[in-house]
């Protein structure tokens, strides 16, 4: 299964928070991401709604499926 990546400034959007702390949150392992052969960073999904008190789920997954699954 293929997992789904968005851009750093999607996933602000889609968390209403800032570049920072989407970086910090990379810096300390809390998302998962991938860089592009080109350098880009890209964001798993599935990690940034990951509820930090439980491993198994993330937290509000329903959330991102309803702002437009197909945007990259």
Request: glycine fraction near 8%; hydrophobic fraction near 35%.
């Amino acid at each position: 299964m293929e997992r789904k990546t968005i851009s750093i400034m999607k996933a602000c959007e889609l968390v209403g928070v800032s570049r920072r702390t989407i970086y910090n949150w990379l810096s300390s392992g809390k998302i998962e991401y991938v860089r592009t052969a080109g350098g880009s960073v890209r964001i798993f999904v599935d990690t940034l709604w990951r509820d930090p008190h439980r491993s198994d789920r993330p937290a509000a997954q329903g959330a991102w499926q309803s702002e437009g699954r197909n945007q990259a």
